[in-house]
């Protein structure tokens, strides 16, 4: 009794949950603004929003002990991705909550067949720990796929700073150009955001590519942020490094394309190997049946 109790308790908390994202949240500009680093934004989008819910479900999240689900997402994985600590709390709660609820209505129904419910207990806590580290595993499969594709952007973006530098603007207006050549690119576009709150706080653009390049850890805007310094600090000709590094960046994101195409048709080769190997033995088991069948 106290476990259908239980389990129907969860149950409604995991549908609560699951249907909260159909209703439309009111926009809050302070959570907007809070992207230009404005430590004073920031709280106060942190006290608009403590009347959420779901940033107190996540905050609560945050105050658990840890378990001991495999590696976490870091930080860095978390901003790269645009997803806040309190956001992935709350997705790990949530995951967890729904994974333990649809296992307890499984003990229920099985305990009502008359099924021994002796493991029910370890199951339950094991689909708890395995929902738990759900979201973990997601932020990051997204960030690093995020950081590949940063490093791919980031050989595009220098290639066009080195193309404003040889048409003789500044290191500075070529960085700033370069970054507003695309609007579609997220990549050029987190840029773009990076240079703009540099522009506030009067801050070097080559500090401010380094300090995205440290913070979201692509090592590709690293060596960017290296080479514009260069020209910014000493004044030195920067055209044909930049090229150099565009081109090499370009060469690497080639490569690493070429490896996973092979990755994926070597997958293909092996399934469509065992699809082959699953119909022969069918046949074969066919024509065995035939001829142990057969008076001769």
Not at 47 to 59: E, L, Q, Y
Not at 144 to 158: D, H, P
Not at 204 to 209: G, K
Not at 238 to 265: F, P
Request: positive net charge; aromatic residues 8%.
């Amino acid at each position: 009794m106290i476990l259908t109790v239980i389990g129907g308790a969860l149950i409604g908390v995991a549908v609560a949950v699951l249907v909260s994202p159909l209703f439309t949240a009111r926009p809050k500009l302070s959570a907007a603004m809070a992207t230009f680093g404005s430590e004073a934004t920031a709280e106060t989008s942190s006290g608009v929003s403590r009347d959420d819910w779901k940033t107190r479900m996540g905050t609560w999240g945050m105050k658990l002990p840890p378990l001991p689900v495999g590696p976490k997402a870091t930080k860095m994985d978390l901003q790269l991705i645009g997803r806040t600590e309190v956001d992935h709390a709350f997705q790990k709660v949530l995951y967890a909550f729904s994974t333990t609820a649809i296992l307890i209505l499984s003990a229920v129904v099985l305990s009502a067949a008359g099924v021994p419910n002796d493991l029910f207990f370890l199951a339950i806590c094991l689909g708890f720990m395995a929902g738990w580290s759900v979201p973990d595993r997601q932020a990051r499969a997204l960030a690093q796929r995020a950081r590949k594709e940063f490093g791919r952007g980031v050989g595009s973006f220098i290639e066009l700073v080195a193309t404003e530098v040889k048409r003789g603007a500044h290191v500075t207006a070529a960085v700033a150009s370069a970054s507003t050549v695309s609007n579609d690119s997220w990549v050029f576009v987190r840029i773009r955001q990076v240079l703009t709150r540099a522009q506030y706080q009067q801050q070097q653009v080559w500090d401010a590519l380094d300090d995205l390049a440290a913070e979201i850890h692509v090592p590709e805007l690293s060596e960017a942020a290296r080479i514009v310094r260069l020209s910014g600090k000493d004044g030195a000709r920067i055209y044909e490094a930049l090229r150099a590094s565009g081109k090499n960046l370009r060469m690497r994101a080639l490569a690493d394309e070429h490896e996973q195409a092979n990755l994926v048709s070597g997958k293909i080769a092996r399934r469509i190997q065992g699809i082959v190997m699953i119909f022969l033995g069918m046949i074969l088991t066919a024509l065995f049946i035939n001829i142990s069948a057969s008076p001769f």
